[in-house]
């Protein structure tokens, strides 16, 4: 009984319920202001954000403290993991299998996201004017991928090329030696800080799902719980079909794998933020075998190229919107989605509010769709991007162990050791 009490796991699944209980019985309190506005500040990289309801406030200062860690633990582990991997051929090799690896897998999710919506036409009886509606007009501006743009506004990428230099450059360094064990010892730090930091999951956890229902209220769901129903089942299909085929590839359980990565994705849950487990998710992979250079270059990356869950929930809302005003799309329209999803997809990781912008930009491309059947989509959006962020994390985690077995940079040993510790 002591080892239950003494589990993270288990107090923040005990946050999440009180967060469901507090929003929907006490919203006002859910949702009382104590601060004026939202607080926002640019630091090391990262936007943080806190809110101005006593939720917003709890969840907001949880993910915060955690973006502090994203940008100095990616550099130090890609800076690192390249000197001791000491091949730059390497290098190049891991990322472009990594590249074409999100390319091929992102694609498989919108061919099944738009298949299931096809097949399962959770748009169609749905009554708009039920349907509780929001402001979009902060949605609609046209958002069309730039690369350069989306290098200036994504910090990760940034960070990830920066390190990538330096580790090319501490490899010729006369200092190489004195400079990686001084690096080698900031890392250990920076690993303990977040383990005190993880310490406040729960409370990010508690703030996170009170504000989402005390806002949105439960009631919100029932109109479009069709669509809702839709997106998760075909997430956890996806997960569990297209992504546990691949964790099967090198005999390695779906199942096992997210036992191991529970607390994580209960994180990930109570706060809509993948991001808020980036650290912790770099962490474990490592202790799960995964080799620290294959961990630095993969996972960074992916947070920018392999966004499944985003990618399934694009596509199946396209098809939805579709369906709610009767309009019927042709072959040529559909393949046309697909297409011009395939590049705005890849945007949405530097773009605030990117699963409604880059759906936005992809409406006003397509001129088809009216872009005011956004407004339906506002209210469950906050529901629908715990799904999104859940199935992108797992993604970028399977991703990685792929690579690294690939790459024969896997210690299966350390992954049955890990396994058979967290068991029990």
């Given at each position: 009984?002591?080892?239950?009490?003494?589990?993270?796991?288990?107090?923040?699944?005990?946050?999440?319920?009180?967060?469901?209980?507090?929003?929907?019985?006490?919203?006002?309190?859910?949702?009382?202001?104590?601060?004026?506005?939202?607080?926002?500040?640019?630091?090391?990289?990262?936007?943080?954000?806190?809110?101005?309801?006593?939720?917003?406030?709890?969840?907001?200062?949880?993910?915060?403290?955690?973006?502090?860690?994203?940008?100095?633990?990616?550099?130090?582990?890609?800076?690192?993991?390249?000197?001791?991997?000491?091949?730059?051929?390497?290098?190049?090799?891991?990322?472009?299998?990594?590249?074409?690896?999100?390319?091929?897998?992102?694609?498989?999710?919108?061919?099944?996201?738009?298949?299931?919506?096809?097949?399962?036409?959770?748009?169609?009886?749905?009554?708009?004017?039920?349907?509780?509606?929001?402001?979009?007009?902060?949605?609609?501006?046209?958002?069309?991928?730039?690369?350069?743009?989306?290098?200036?506004?994504?910090?990760?990428?940034?960070?990830?090329?920066?390190?990538?230099?330096?580790?090319?450059?501490?490899?010729?360094?006369?200092?190489?030696?004195?400079?990686?064990n001084t690096l080698h010892n900031i890392s250990v730090y920076l690993f303990r800080g977040l383990h005190l930091v993880m310490l406040l999951a729960p409370i990010?956890?508690?703030?996170?799902?009170?504000?989402?229902?005390?806002?949105?209220?439960?009631?919100?769901?029932?109109?479009?719980?069709?669509?809702?129903?839709?997106?998760?089942?075909?997430?956890?299909?996806?997960?569990?079909?297209?992504?546990?085929?691949?964790?099967?590839?090198?005999?390695?359980?779906?199942?096992?794998?997210?036992?191991?990565?529970?607390?994580?994705?209960?994180?990930?849950?109570?706060?809509?933020?993948?991001?808020?487990?980036?650290?912790?998710?770099?962490?474990?992979?490592?202790?799960?075998?995964?080799?620290?250079?294959?961990?630095?270059?993969?996972?960074?990356?992916?947070?920018?190229?392999?966004?499944?869950?985003?990618?399934?929930?694009?596509?199946?809302?396209?098809?939805?919107?579709?369906?709610?005003?009767?309009?019927?799309?042709?072959?040529?329209?559909?393949?046309?989605?697909?297409?011009?999803?395939?590049?705005?997809?890849?945007?949405?990781?530097?773009?605030?509010?990117?699963?409604?912008?880059?759906?936005?930009?992809?409406?006003?491309?397509?001129?088809?769709?009216?872009?005011?059947?956004?407004?339906?989509?506002?209210?469950?959006?906050?529901?629908?991007?715990?799904?999104?962020?859940?199935?992108?994390?797992?993604?970028?985690?399977?991703?990685?162990?792929?690579?690294?077995?690939?790459?024969?940079?896997?210690?299966?040993?350390?992954?049955?050791?890990?396994?058979?510790?967290?068991?029990?």
């Open positions: 009984m002591r080892k239950v009490f003494t589990n993270l796991t288990f107090w923040v699944l005990v946050m999440i319920t009180a967060g469901i209980l507090l929003g929907h019985f006490a919203p006002e309190i859910a949702l009382q202001k104590i601060l004026n506005q939202p607080w926002k500040q640019k630091f090391m990289g990262q936007e943080l954000t806190i809110g101005a309801t006593l939720s917003e406030f709890l969840s907001g200062i949880f993910i915060s403290l955690v973006k502090l860690f994203i940008n100095p633990i990616i550099f130090l582990t890609i800076t690192l993991g390249i000197v001791n991997m000491g091949n730059l051929k390497k290098v190049g090799r891991v990322g472009a299998k990594a590249i074409l690896y999100f390319e091929v897998v992102t694609t498989f999710a919108l061919l099944i996201g738009v298949g299931v919506a096809l097949v399962i036409q959770p748009g169609s009886g749905v009554d708009t004017t039920a349907v509780k509606t929001g402001d979009i007009s902060k949605y609609t501006g046209t958002h069309n991928f730039n690369a350069w743009q989306f290098f200036k506004d994504n910090t990760t990428l940034q960070v990830l090329l920066a390190a990538i230099l330096c580790g090319i450059g501490l490899g010729y360094s006369r200092y190489q030696q004195r400079i990686t990010g956890a508690f703030g996170g799902m009170a504000f989402t229902i005390g806002k949105y209220g439960i009631a919100t769901l029932v109109p479009l719980a069709k669509l809702m129903g839709s997106v998760y089942a075909t997430m956890a299909v996806f997960i569990f079909g297209a992504l546990g085929l691949i964790m099967r590839h090198y005999k390695i359980s779906i199942w096992s794998f997210l036992k191991f990565i529970r607390q994580e994705l209960l994180v990930v849950l109570g706060t809509s933020s993948s991001e808020a487990a980036l650290p912790r998710l770099m962490e474990k992979l490592e202790v799960m075998g995964c080799s620290k250079p294959v961990v630095g270059l993969v996972v960074p990356t992916g947070y920018s190229f392999n966004l499944d869950g985003t990618t399934i929930y694009l596509s199946m809302a396209m098809i939805f919107l579709a369906q709610v005003f009767h309009i019927h799309l042709s072959p040529g329209q559909i393949l046309t989605i697909i297409a011009i999803l395939m590049l705005t997809s890849k945007g949405a990781a530097g773009v605030t509010g990117s699963g409604f912008i880059v759906l936005a930009s992809t409406l006003t491309t397509i001129k088809v769709i009216p872009i005011e059947g956004l407004a339906l989509l506002v209210g469950v959006d906050r529901f629908l991007s715990e799904a999104r962020a859940i199935t992108n994390f797992i993604g970028n985690g399977v991703a990685t162990v792929w690579i690294a077995n690939n790459e024969k940079e896997f210690d299966r040993q350390k992954m049955e050791t890990a396994f058979a510790a967290d068991a029990g």
